[in-house]
């Protein structure tokens, strides 16, 4: 297998156990070792109180781009901590992309760095996480 081929399944794996991310309306787009892009279309219910894109929304996509790359070598990996810094508001009818990609790992320790754009390519958020890899994988190898 492929190392894009195990992150693929990894992936599909992982989509089929989560709630969260197609609650919130997201899409897997593309994952690849290492690396994953996920998109949602801001919807009303994703607003808030100043009738822009909620940040739990943007953090929510951000974190699941971020879990979806550290978890593309079928090993069960958590997030061990995240920061996010809001650019830009996002607007409701706006088609948010996450894309996450690695920055290093080493051992059992990964980061990772995800920029949220909306379909102009503006810079929404810019979100870091690092990881902790954990016992067991997403599928039988």
Not at 32 to 43: H, I, P
Not at 60 to 73: E, K, M, V, Y
Request: glycine share 8%; net charge negative.
């Amino acid at each position: 297998m492929t190392p894009n081929e195990r992150a693929r399944k990894s992936a599909a794996a992982m989509w089929a156990d989560d709630n969260a991310s197609p609650w919130f309306g997201m899409e897997l787009e593309e994952v690849t070792e290492g690396c994953a892009t996920l998109s949602l279309t801001v919807a009303p219910h994703h607003a808030n109180g100043h009738d822009i894109g909620h940040g739990g929304v943007t953090f929510a996509l951000a974190d699941s781009a971020f879990a979806f790359a550290c978890n593309s070598r079928n090993v069960a990996t958590v997030a061990q901590t995240n920061t996010i810094t809001y650019i830009a508001p996002a607007r409701v009818g706006d088609r948010l992309t996450a894309t996450a990609r690695e920055v290093r790992l080493t051992g059992r320790n990964g980061i990772y760095d995800v920029t949220v754009t909306n379909q102009h390519g503006t810079v929404i958020a810019e979100f870091r996480g690092q990881s902790r890899a954990i016992k067991g994988q997403l599928f039988e190898e």
